[in-house]
């Protein structure tokens, strides 16, 4: 099913209304509001939406709003006779139970239909509390998030409800919510309304208390129902007068009015004020920006400008992150259980400072990702804010273990590293150096290119097959192209390294090297790859084996590189302990690591184990900046001297910021728990290699899978204009065509990103391009439906 926007008309002000607690009042203070807003204008239409109802239905709260606002449109979606929880209520009578989606969808639709012939004011009602289940059981809270209806909160005047009224206060506002106003009713004993009304003033949110409406009689009195609605009718009556309900009516337009005019100008604004990164600005109008109302799930909301919607479509668009928030989506915008763990280790630390310190996420962090990273070489734990600057460290790490070893002085002569082309490894002076010359980096003044990088294989299907092509010219020492019949077999390392073409790829790279040390007389201090995939230079797949036998030849020829040799050898062997021989090896997983390839880490793709390895953007699932470099005590004790400065002297101020660290532990953890519990099991049944039917079996599962379907990537990979197409775990990768030849400055992937940014439908898509790829990415928690639906779009605009 198509995903819903987020709900903004200029015509229709919606409100929803959540109450603190179970009977706090909530449609009595609606039929009020709906009411109030008819005395208003006599051409003002007032609608009443109540999506789950429970109770006897003479007692349904759309049926007191008939009786008692009349002239409001009313609807209920759901309606349950058992006076419980609605998840209960579905329950008992074995209905089906809409999908959250699809209750969500209906509320949206009802609001858009509404809009559209003439509605000026709408209440969307919630049953019970703030986080009273939904009928799949979930808060409401989290239920009707993609809406975010700015909230009428209802306030609890009993006893005990000034604690219920803030929680539930700020358990909207931990999900993104805006409480427009608070209204509560008077009761002279508790006065819960005084102290209220200050803590609200000083939020800058209205608050309104109302007379305490009438007890309602016994109903076993035969006249009880008359009496009831006489006595309810009266009160209505006098809250009309002596309310200044007309006074909250013009707040809450005016806050609806504000709210679109900020949407509306904050392209502008930002034009004239933003420096935005990787933009040429030469030629950008501020039609050129988006803004973005809020995130949710894999989608933004997006504004879209009045010229082009209707009055029943929303202002608001669903627009799918087709970058995943430029590769830092894990877990889904506005996860709430990032959120709380953000807010948690917000409130008991807010930042320490950490050097000669120890806090608990921090260290919990640590030794989670000391245990769970299947690499026992590493061991030690360095924080820093970004990729970029954990990059700078594994260099650095890297490079003092090497000079150390081979008894080179770097102050001296130029040490160099050895890489692969494309790669890109941040935009920080340091690292810049670790990549070749390339559109990054040409015009900065201080940029050297301070190593070697190998071209490489490249993987994709092409026509229906899975290709591994040899650059044009390294055909010779490489070998022909070559094929195979699943992608799970390009990836069987083990076995493919010891065929023809492995052993041709370790003579080349032997070679090579021997040439630059020996020859050219150049120096290197480490091996630096992302592992499989090299994000930013184009989401070039590298052929698994190729950097396989890469950091096979470092290790295993340390006479390559030094007169230590026999220093580097020493102790176990390569692969069996942390002694590192060669040159230190380190992986950039900043972008492939933590689940983005399907696996915690990219480098069991490989089989191998780093020196060093950096992980950022997935870390906390998509919501801080945070940065680990992790080393071996190897590597670690290369800095371990008598004088300071021989330390690691590389630090920022909020290193290991305490609210970074909490909410990694939890992203780590709930990326494990999927993982562990086969959340994606059904992805790699998709992926499983085409076995007879007496074979197949859930132990014949595809290694090597992604999110997105098999026979997409199998399609598109015959459209014309398509060179060819990947996908592993939530990244799927497009080569368009050009005739000039690709590369990053490349225009031909635009037209289809244009395509997808303007479907014309009830969402579209937001993607990036580099050159002629045009790539999209999910979190690991995208639901199926979502990604056949970004799917149906890519056959639309390819085949």
């Known amino acids: 099913m198509s995903p819903v926007g987020a709900a903004l008309w200029r015509s229709l002000r919606a409100h929803q209304v959540y109450g603190a607690n179970t009977d706090v009042g909530k449609t009595i203070v609606s039929t009020i509001l709906c009411n109030a807003v008819q005395r208003q204008k006599s051409q003002n239409q007032v ?19 008939q009786r008692h606002a009349v002239g409001t449109l009313t609807e209920c979606l759901y309606q349950f006779d058992e006076p419980v929880s609605p998840h209960i209520a579905a329950q008992q ?63 609890d005047s009993r006893l005990g409800g000034i604690s219920s009224s803030i929680s539930a206060y700020e358990s909207l506002l931990l999900r993104g919510y805006d409480v427009h106003s608070v209204l509560l009713f008077r009761d002279e004993y508790y006065k819960n309304h005084e102290y209220l009304l200050s803590y609200f003033q000083k939020k800058s949110i209205p608050l309104l208390s ?68 990787f933009t040429q600005h030469h030629g950008m109008e501020a039609k050129d920006i988006t803004p973005i109302d809020s995130a949710y799930d894999d989608y933004f909301q997006t504004y879209v400008r009045s010229d082009e919607v209707s009055q029943s479509d929303s202002s608001l668009r669903a627009t799918f992150d087709g970058s995943a928030s430029w590769w830092t989506q894990g877990l889904g915008h506005g996860n709430p259980d990032l959120a709380l763990s953000a807010a948690y280790a917000a409130g008991r630390y807010g930042h320490v400072m950490f050097p000669g310190n120890i806090h608990e996420p921090a260290l919990s962090l640590a030794e989670l990702l000391v245990t769970s990273a299947g690499n026992p070489r590493l061991k030690k734990v360095f924080y820093t804010d970004n990729g970029s600057t954990g990059m700078e460290v594994a260099v650095k ?87 195979f019949p699943s992608l799970d077999s390009v990836f069987d390392v083990e076995e493919r390294v010891q065929s023809a073409a492995g052993e041709r790829y370790r003579e080349y790279i032997r070679n090579t090297i021997h040439d630059l040390v020996h020859r050219q007389g150049m120096k290197f201090g480490s091996l630096i790859m992302e592992p499989i995939i090299l994000g930013a230079g ?58 983005r390839l399907g696996r915690r880490s990219a480098a ?78 059904g992805y790699r049944e998709d992926w499983q290699p085409t076995l007879p039917a007496s074979e197949s079996s859930n132990d014949n599962l595809a290694t090597v899978w992604s999110v997105w379907s098999h026979q997409l990537v199998h399609d598109l990979s015959h459209a014309e204009t398509v060179d060819g197409v990947f996908a592993i775990g939530t990244v799927l990768s497009l080569s368009l065509k050009d005739m000039q030849g690709g590369g990053y400055t490349s225009t031909a992937a635009r037209g289809l990103q244009q395509k997808l940014s303007t479907s014309g439908g009830k969402f579209n898509v937001h993607s990036r391009v580099l050159g002629n790829v045009l790539y999209l990415m999910s979190s690991v928690t995208s639901r199926p439906d979502a990604l056949r639906s970004i799917e149906g779009l890519l056959r639309e605009a390819l085949l």
Not at 48 to 60: C, H, I, M
Not at 437 to 449: A, D, I
Not at 542 to 559: H, I, K, S, T
Not at 633 to 647: R, T
């Open 538 to 595: 184009g989401m070039l797949f590298c052929d698994p084996l190729f950097q396989r036998c890469l950091a096979d030849v470092v290790r295993g020829y340390p006479e390559l590189f030094g007169t230590n040799a026999a220093k580097s050898a020493q102790g176990s062997t390569p692969e069996s302990g942390s002694s590192w021989s060669g040159l230190p090896v380190i992986f950039d997983e900043v972008f492939t690591g933590l689940y």
């Open 210 to 277: 109302l007379p305490t409406p009438p007890s309602r009689p016994p109903m076993e009195d035969a006249d009880a129902l008359a009496r009831d609605e006489e006595a309810m009718a009266t009160y209505y009556g006098r809250v009309a007068q002596g309310s200044d309900i007309a006074g909250l009516l013009e707040q809450l337009t005016a806050k609806n009015a504000e709210r679109i005019d900020r949407l509306e100008s904050m392209a502008d604004r930002a034009h004239t004020t933003i420096w935005y990164p």
């Open 93 to 155: 009578k074995n209905f089906t139970v809409p999908h959250d989606n699809e209750l969500v969808a209906s509320v949206h639709k009802t609001l858009s239909g509404w809009a559209g012939n003439g509605v000026n004011f709408a209440l969307v009602e919630t049953a019970g509390g703030v986080h009273s289940p939904g009928p799949n059981g979930n808060s409401q809270a989290d239920l009707y998030r993609p809406l975010r209806l700015p909230i009428v909160l209802i306030a």
């Open 604 to 681: 069991s793709f490989l089989h191998v184990d780093s020196d060093i390895a950096v992980n950022a953007k997935l870390l906390t699932g998509g919501l801080l900046p945070l940065c680990t470099t992790m080393a071996s005590n190897e590597i670690f004790q290369a800095f371990s001297s008598p004088e300071k400065s021989d330390a690691l002297l590389h630090g920022h101020s909020y290193t290991a910021h305490a609210v970074g660290c909490q909410v990694a532990v939890e992203s780590l953890q709930k990326m494990m728990r999927m993982e562990q519990s086969g959340s994606w099991d």
């Open 397 to 483: 790490m890297g490079l003092r273990a090497a000079c150390d070893r081979y008894g080179w002085n770097a102050s001296q002569e130029q040490i160099s590293i050895l890489g692969l082309k494309g790669s890109y490894h941040g935009d920080t002076i340091g690292v810049m150096d670790c990549s070749e010359p390339s559109t990054f980096n040409q015009k900065v003044e201080w940029y050297r290119g301070r190593g070697y990088w190998f071209d490489f294989p490249q993987v994709k299907m092409s026509g229906g097959v899975w290709r591994v092509e040899m650059p044009e010219d390294l055909k010779e020492p490489l070998g022909a192209d070559l094929e």
């Open 47 to 65: 609608a009443f939406l109540k999506p789950v109802s429970t109770g006897p239905l003479e007692d349904a709260d759309d049926r007191h709003i």
